[in-house]
């Protein structure tokens, strides 16, 4: 079975790039870290840590839509205020911190995220921190998964700090983006709640909730068409393959990427925003490739999510010079990806 491609290389030239297709095309590792390779079957099961995980992305997302729904009423997304997404960041992130250390309480807790409470300890930030505390707590009582008293504003931000870890290739850490792809987010577009688990600096598990993916096929069809039912949540752990279902609860269906080997009838998937990658080299490769179809563009890692079910064929990007990736940006997508296909070689070719 054919996969699809992935590549994160900051490469100059076209000429450099080598992606072949053929009976074995290959998925492009990101060419990260070593916290970015994925494990070996590994004899644990961590099949605890993924119950956990799921439930907390799901509990984050449904955090996220309360507000992304709000916004949209108010329609901020189209001014210069970008304080929403900023109260759903710290919200998702100290939600998951939340139900990830009850849910494992009797294991060491390592969390690397985007955020910490820093601005909102300060004077100018209690309002918001005030905010976010009323929405971590409506959506827990909300979700009547957790009787627990109200949480403090204290208890938040300790929370929200959980997420300090620098992490490492020794132990056990988690690795989270509260909200990946925040422009996607105050657009009303794709967005996602990220988050892995790193066991000895591999990847054995990765979670995205993706609250506005349709669970339809989107192809190169519309992302937002009424007909689809939207909501997404992907799963992988280590050996066992890649798993969908909706945000809602329905039953589990194992995904597989594409089994296209034909450029020609390939699609191919990009970030919507051309700052975050670069469209002109994707093009260019993509019609050196003789791939036919225009690009989908798509925020965040909800593209991980539509390639492991085999939506496009392929998924390009190109970081402008200077930009570093962080490991959240790719560590849940990164496995949600291989876990539905066979072989993962970065764009050399190379294991």
Known sequence: ????????????????????????????????????????????????????????????????????AALLQSDVQSKSDKSPVTVADYGSQALVSFVLERELQSESFSLVAEEDSGDLRKETGQEMLERITKLVNKTLSSDETYNVSPLSAEDV??????????????????????????KGFLRGDQYAIALALLDEGKVVLGVLACPNLPLASIGSHDQHSSQNQVGCLFYAKVGC????????????????????????????????????????LSGSIAKKLGVQAPPVRIDSQAKYGALSRGDGAIYLRFPHKGYREKIWDHAAGSIVVTGSSHEEDDWRGMK
Not at 21 to 50: C, D, G, Q
Not at 157 to 177: M, N, T
Not at 254 to 270: L, Q, T
Request: glycine share 6%; net charge neutral.
């Open 1 to 68: 079975m054919a996969s699809s491609i992935v590549s994160f290389s900051g490469l100059k030239s076209i000429n450099s790039v080598r992606l072949p297709f053929s009976a074995r095309t290959k998925v492009v590792k990101p060419l990260l870290s070593l916290l970015l390779r994925t494990a070996p079957i590994a004899s644990m099961s961590y099949e605890k840590e993924l119950t956990a995980a799921k439930t907390a992305a799901s509990v984050a997302a449904r955090l996220c839509q309360k507000v992304q």
């Open 157 to 182: 931000v300790k929370a929200i700090d959980s997420g300090k870890s620098e992490g490492g290739p020794l132990g056990r850490h988690w690795v989270l983006d509260p909200i990946d792809g925040t």
């Open 241 to 280: 393959g890649t798993y969908m279902e909706s945000l809602d609860g329905s039953s589990p269906i194992k995904v597989n990427v594409s089994a296209i080997d034909n450029p020609a009838e390939a699609s191919f998937f990009e970030s919507f925003e051309a700052a975050h990658s670069l469209h002109d």
